[in-house]
């Protein structure tokens, strides 16, 4: 887990814990700083992990929210 680091449980959007009071993402309020496993997507319309995550913008992932 990465130091200062909170993650969506909605979309699973890592972000720094100092502009966490929802997520920059999806506007969930549901923040969590246990998770695990990390995931850089850039391209999440030629990603298949991006597929699967049911990601569609590009930036930081956790794997495993919970």
Not at 13 to 35: F, H, K, Y
Request: hydrophobic fraction near 30%.
């Amino acid at each position: 887990m990465m130091a200062d680091r909170l993650v969506c449980r909605e979309c699973h959007r890592v972000q720094d814990s100092e502009e966490a009071e929802t997520c920059i993402s999806c506007g969930s309020s549901s923040l969590t700083e246990d998770w695990a496993g990390y995931v850089v997507i850039g391209h999440p319309d030629r990603s298949r992990i991006a597929e699967e995550m049911g990601v569609t913008e590009p930036g930081q992932y956790a794997l495993k929210v919970r």
